[in-house]
Structures are given as C-alpha cells and as structure tokens.
C-alpha cells in the first residue's frame, strides 16, 4: 500500500503568517492521531507526501509544513523576511493554528536543527521528536560542508568542481555564488545551481549523479541554502548554545556512519557542550545523510514506530 494509502489526506491549507510569508501546510492520517510535524531540509527542499513511509503504523495525525519560500509556500523563494528565529515562530504560529496543544516533531538536516531548537524554545509544547543527519550551524559546521579544511579533504575532486577556485574564505565563496544565481542569463544560473546541488549530492550519497529534473527542482533549495549560509544562519547556532540544555522531552539523533554532510562528531561535542546530559546521538552503521539511503530511513521509520506506540499506550 502506498504511503497516501496508508495516511489519506485530511486537508490543505496555505497560512498567513506575515511579514509576505503564507505557509503550505498538509495534514494526513488520523484526525484524532498522535500530531506529529514533519520539518523539511534545506532549508528550501520542502516536503514530500513520499516521506509518509516513515509512518508505518496509522494512528498518526500528520503534519507536512512547507518552510518560507519552500515547496509551495508562497512566494517561492523568496529571502526577505526569511531567517532562523521567523521559522522558530512560524511552527509556534501553526500548532496554534491548528489548535494542537502539544506534538511529536519529525526531521532531518537542517530540519533537525529547526525542530531541535523548536524544542528548547517551547519546551512544553514538544512530546517526543526524532531526527536524523543534524546540522549543527556553527563555523566548524559550516567550515566542514563548504570550506576547504573540510569535506574537501574527503571529496576533493568534487569541491574542485563546486567552488571553481573561489574557497579562499568562505564569504569569497558564497559571494561568488550569489552572484553566479542572480545572473540575468538563465543558463548561467542553471549552471551555479547543478554545482552547488552536485556538491551536496556527493556528500549525501556519493556516487549518484544529479538529474537534470533535480536541478530544475533545486533552484529555490540552492538559492535559500545560500541565503541562510552566507548568513551565518541568523544567529542559530549562538541560540542554540543558549538554550540547548532546556530540551525536557525524549529526543532520537541518529547520524549515518557516512554522513559527510553532517558528520556524528559534530552533532555529540555541541550536545555534550550544550545540550541536556546524557543526549548524544546514535550511528547508524553504514548509513549517509538522507532518507534515500535505506538503511538511515528504516532506522527513523523503526524510531517513529515506537515513538508512535509509547505515545499511544500512555493514552488508553
């Protein structure tokens, strides 16, 4: 059965959450199911009704929120008005939106690193979350994924091709970026996206080549990575030194042993800098960074199932 099968579609909706921003928000399964909100990558990727095979069992009141600018929140794209502490609010706007007075968060990546800090923010309006592949957005997180000391060392070849001799320092790099996407020529924009999304793509699943659809697709992805990154994620990470150690609900972290977008080791020294004790993450042996890899998805489909049946014994 297909995942839509399994959690058919409740309703759709587009929020107003201000500021030029309204947010795609779908919900599936269960009505009257344990809430459970699914944050995206990226940030920009946007979600997919495919990720719904992480939900095994039903009983699942689902939520698949389109971060600003992604998917098809409105408007596409768009990096004003667009940063890390408005993402943080924008789920606090939704679960009052949808009258929910508490609920279970789902996410990898950047995703992760939203829903993470969610939970610390608003620790009382958190039950329980997993996620996978963290991103922690600090400047050795950053150095790693785009700077020359980094994954570069690993990937050499491939970071040759994506920073085209522009990886001095990384606001170098990110500069020439932006000025490689707002380019007038469509072709050379085309051009920019393939290797910023190629450079990802060989670091989240070496060895398999980026489609011309991705690329079509990856524009916006490309676009609003850059707009965080050159940014320094607005001040996230500094947050998250602040108040990571609040986090009171039971938390999963699982990091793929072949995560080289966002490596294990990373993700445990902040934990065990900032976050509450005893947290670290768990290695998925033989995994990497995305849901695409089967070993690290049935690994958050294992964990989301038993969340599901903990959560739903404590309330019969």
């Not at 759709?12 to 909100?37: K, N, R, S």
């Not at 095979?53 to 929120?65: P, S």
């Not at 609003?224 to 996230?236: K, P, V």
């Not at 294990?264 to 976050?275: F, I």
């Amino acid at each position: 059965m297909s995942p839509a099968k399994s959690h058919p579609l409740i309703r759709q909706d587009w929020l107003d959450v201000g500021e030029g921003h309204q947010l795609f928000l779908a919900q599936y399964g269960d009505p009257q199911g344990i809430p459970v909100l699914y944050l995206h990558g990226g940030p920009g990727a946007g979600c997919n009704p495919q990720e719904l095979k992480l939900f095994i069992d039903r009983g699942f009141h689902i939520y698949l929120l389109d971060q600003r600018a992604a998917g098809r929140s409105k408007p596409c794209g768009e990096v004003a008005n667009n940063d890390f502490p408005s993402l943080v609010k924008d789920i606090e706007r939704v679960r009052h939106w949808a009258g929910v007075e508490a609920w279970c968060l789902l996410g990898g990546s950047f995703g992760a690193t939203l829903g993470y800090l969610y939970s610390c923010v608003y620790p009382h309006r958190v039950l329980s979350q997993i996620y996978w592949g963290m991103f922690i957005p600090s400047a050795e997180g950053m150095e790693w994924l785009y700077g020359r000391g980094g994954a570069a060392q690993i990937f050499s070849t491939q970071y040759q091709q994506f920073s085209a001799g522009q990886g001095e320092s990384l606001q170098q790099l990110f500069n020439h970026f932006e000025e490689g996407l707002n380019q007038v020529d469509a072709e050379v924009r085309r051009a920019f996206v393939r290797r910023w999304l190629s450079w990802e793509l060989s670091l989240a699943i070496p060895g398999l080549e980026l489609s011309e659809a991705l690329v079509e697709q990856g524009s916006v992805l490309a676009r609003l990575e850059l707009h965080f990154a050159r940014h320094d994620y607005f001040g996230g990470y500094q947050l998250m030194k602040r108040v990571g150690a609040d986090l009171i609900c039971p938390t999963i972290i699982l990091q793929g042993e072949l995560d080289w977008v966002c490596p294990q080791r990373l993700v445990d020294e902040y934990l065990q800098a900032y976050g509450p004790k005893l947290l670290r993450s768990r290695l998925v042996k033989g995994g990497y960074h995305t849901l695409a890899d089967t070993r690290m998805c049935q690994a958050v489909a294992e964990a989301v199932t038993q969340m599901g049946r903990y959560l739903a014994s404590g309330r019969s």
